[in-house]
Every structure is written in structure tokens, then in C-alpha cells.
């Protein structure tokens, strides 16, 4: 969604001067009557990039947003970062307005120019603290698209596997991921004879983001699906479809209610295709089908009883299983 603001001639002024400049870092920007004005300028103090983030926090507030664009590397055509600060304490409408404009305000200003965009909620993720952390995370799980980063993940499985004991074990994403102790242990009992019904919710604790078992509740009907998934926190869960399939037909479920925190969304929207590898890997769940969802209550129980119940009786192959092949089909079946 856009929010049809643009850029005014000042912030375009202000940033080629900030482009030019071997003097400053760069500039606070924010919204101001429909359109995008310049606040201020931050020098260029030091060599580091990281020691003149200090100067950054007498220009933020707890509850006002602003968008931050400064120079990481001064030295290159595309050297820039374009961060969106939204404190969880700004109003709602003004939260609305700098997310759905960020796009526009880097493309307005040049897309080549930037190497990287984030989404900030708290004045301490711009300390340089802050950033080393941000820096960690982002060797973790790069910010690439929906798309990509499905992709990316799923290719480096591949990788793994196809390149056998003798392929070079480096410190991958996956491994790289914070897991509490027992996940696997309590991931694994959705393979086992007689898990239909099972549901594994997970979840992150912030700030330290590490991932946790929220609850795993045994039985439960796909009609009590939306009811039992947590109507108020973002979520990636593993449901055992109740089938009379032999093998486990397993969902994976991201769902994140409206009322999520931004920080939430970010991370568990970054971070759900490696759980979802973590699963398979350190558990052996081979997910049959993935589902995204705003709020449980939008997961079509229907559709998906429909759908695993062609599949159990063998008139459908599985095509979405993270293995990537389908199995025949059993005979004697109906």
C-alpha cells in the first residue's frame, strides 16, 4: 500500500548536498502536511559509521516517528541506509503513514543509492550496540523478499542434502538461529504414529530473539484450528492434520493478529522460513503445506479438509513437502 505522499524539492535539495558532502553523514526526515520534508543534518564526524550513530538520539523521540538516511560506506555510488524509525508509542495513524511511505521516499530519492532499508522500533536499535546486533541479525536472515528468502532457504536445504557428509559444514543460517533447549524434542513428537491433531505452536522471545515452544496441544479437531492458534501473538505453528493417511500430513502456519507489535512482525516474517527448516532438520517434519495468515480466524478449515482428505485417500500427491517429491500411490486405498 502507498500512501501517495512525495518527496518536497527541500528533501531532494537536501539529500544531494548530504550525497556531495564529505562533511556529513546524513539526515532525519519525516512527514509534515503530505509530504516529506527535511529535519535536520547529522555531521560526519568520525572514520566509523558507527561512532556517529551517538549524535542520532537527541533527534529521536519515543513517540514520534522519522526516517533516517545515512552513509555507511561515504566511499560508494550506493553507500546509503534508509531507516524507518516507528516508536510503538507514536500515534496509530502516524505509524500507518511512515510504513506504507518508506518505499516511495527511497525511490524518490534514487533507489541506486541505497544498499539497504530497516525498520527500527526503539531508539537503542540506532545506538551502536544497536546496529552490531542489527549487523548479527542480518548474516542470520538477510532482508530479501517473501519470495527470496523462501527460496534461499530452501536451496541451501537442497545444498545440504545433495552434497552429503563429505559437503563443507560451515555455520549456516539455520544453525546460526537462537532455540531454547527441547524444541526438537518437542517438534519431533509431530512424526510419531497417532499425532493427528497435535499442534506445536512456537514463538520469539524479544529482545533476545530466541525461539521458544508456546504451548503443544494434542487433539484438536480442524473445526477448533482458529480457536486454540493465540489470537493475540504472532505465531509459527505445526499442525498435525487428522488424516487416515499413515504418514503425518503436516501444516506449517504463520499467522500474525493486527494488533502484533511492528518488531514483531519483522522478526517472525524474516525468521519463518528458517524455523520451518529447523523443524525439518533437527526433527524430521516434512511439511506437506504452508499457510499465512493476518488472523487464525481467515484459515479456510474447509478447503484444507477438502484438500487433505484427497490426499489421504490417495487421489492427490503432496506437491508442497519441503523434500520435493511426491510419493505413488498406494494401492487398495478409496
Known amino acids: 500500500m502507498q500512501s501517495g505522499i512525495s518527496a518536497s524539492q527541500d528533501l531532494l535539495n537536501w539529500f544531494n548536498n548530504v550525497v556531495s558532502s564529505p562533511t556529513l553523514r546524513g539526515l532525519i526526515a519525516g512527514i509534515e502536511k503530505e509530504e516529506l520534508i527535511p529535519f535536520c543534518t547529522i555531521p560526519l564526524k568520525s572514520p566509523s559509521f558507527l561512532d556517529d550513530l551517538q549524535p542520532l538520539q537527541n533527534h529521536l523521540t519515543p513517540a514520534k ?24 508509542a507514536a500515534p496509530v495513524r502516524e505509524k500507518t503513514l511512515f510504513a506504507s511511505t518508506r518505499l516511495t521516499l527511497v525511490r524518490e530519492l534514487g533507489v541506486e543509492r541505497f544498499r539497504e532499508q530497516v525498520f527500527v ?7 551502536k550496540q544497536g546496529w552490531e546486533r542489527h549487523v548479527a541479525h542480518s548474516e542470520l536472515a538477510a532482508p530479501l523478499t517473501v519470495e527470496e528468502t523462501d527460496q534461499a532457504g530452501l536451496r541451501e536445504v ?8 563429505g559437503s563443507r559444514k560451515g555455520h549456516t543460517k539455520v544453525d546460526a538461529l537462537k532455540k531454547e533447549d527441547g524444541l526438537a524434542e518437542g517438534l519431533r513428537e509431530l512424526t510419531k504414529e497417532g499425532s493427528g491433531g497435535l499442534l506445536v505452536q512456537l514463538k520469539f522471545d524479544l529482545p533476545d530473539e ?3 515452544l508456546a504451548s503443544s496441544t494434542p487433539s484438536v479437531s480442524p473445526s477448533n484450528l482458529a480457536s486454540t492458534l493465540s489470537q493475540n501473538d504472532p505465531r509459527l505453528s505445526f499442525y498435525s492434520f487428522p488424516s487416515i493417511s499413515p504418514e503425518p500430513q503436516i501444516l506449517y502456519i504463520y ?3 493486527t494488533a502484533s507489535k511492528v518488531k514483531e512482525r519483522m522478526m517472525y516474517s524474516t525468521s519463518k522460513t528458517f524455523t520451518r527448516l529447523i523443524a525439518q532438520e ?7 503445506k504452508s499457510i499465512e495468515a493476518s488472523d487464525p480466524s481467515d484459515i479456510d478449515v474447509a478447503e484444507l479438509e477438502k484438500e487433505f482428505g484427497a490426499k489421504a485417500s490417495g487421489k492427490e500427491q503432496t506437491t508442497s513437502t519441503s523434500r520435493g517429491f511426491a510419493r505413488p500411490k498406494r494401492a487398495g486405498k478409496r
Open 121 to 127: 522500533t526503539e531508539k537503542e536499535e540506532v545506538t
Open 282 to 288: 533437527s526433527a524430521g517434519v516434512v511439511v506437506a
Open 65 to 88: 516517528a522519522a526516517y533516517i538516511l545515512l552513509k555507511t560506506h561515504p566511499e560508494e555510488s550506493n553507500g546509503f541506509v534508509a531507516i524507518t524509525y516507528v516508536p510503538n
Open 158 to 165: 537442497e545444498a545440504r542434502e545433495t552434497g552429503g557428509t
Open 255 to 257: 499467522t500474525c493478529p
Open 210 to 212: 530466541t525461539l521458544r
